[in-house]
């Protein structure tokens, strides 16, 4: 295992304006003045977490999930975060892992935020995802996902552990977390961060929007 060079992108996100948002965070990531092996993004990093699915969603071989390949060749490095994305007639708050050879990994969104109707718009992930990094293993979720702490029970698949959505490769060194949580339960994101690792015996790493969205 090496070292692993993880940058958090924290930042006002542009109310349901993909252009501007892909400019800002073209420029923060030019603004790297060291380089990362992971770079993170917020939860729907594009538009705001916006239940507006319809006119926003993206299919994988849209916009915004080619400029994180570029971004990820251009900084020789893992990009991540969720986006809206239609498939098959539904909609998905769907992570993306895209790596600096232009081969991406999926993950979407399991526990769906009810108290913004997301529920209502989204459909929700089936299975988790557990990619490898520099010989890290990484579970990456997004934003409400946190607050379930048997979906991301680390587990030790030699003892038989499973449980629907694990699998062969369930265990995992570090949990990632993108998302768009509100200031007002901010000591519920900090809190719950600490708790996953001390319960899965894991790192750690969060990076969630800040400002006003619609």
Known sequence: ?????????????????RAANLEMFGSKLAELDSPADLIVLPEMFST??????????????????????EMAALKNAVITGSLIIEENGNFYNRLIWASEDGSLQT???RHLFSMAGEEKVFSPGSAKLI????????????CYDLR?????????????????????????????FVANWPERRIQHWRKLLQARAIENQCY???????GTDG
């Open 107 to 109: 993950y979407d969104k």
């Open 1 to 17: 295992m090496q070292d692993l060079r993880i940058a958090l992108v924290q930042s006002q996100l542009h109310w349901e304006d």
């Open 131 to 142: 990619t490898e990094l520099k010989g890290w293993k990484i579970c990456p979720m997004v």
């Open 204 to 210: 750690v790493a969060g990076v969630n929007r800040y």
């Open 48 to 69: 705001g977490f916006t239940m507006n699915a319809a006119p926003l969603a993206e299919h994988m071989d849209g916009p915004s999930v080619a400029w994180m390949q």
């Open 148 to 176: 379930f702490p048997a979906w991301i029970r680390n587990r030790n698949i030699q003892e038989g552990d499973l449980l629907p959505g694990d699998t062969e490769a369930a265990f995992y060194d570090l949990l990632i």
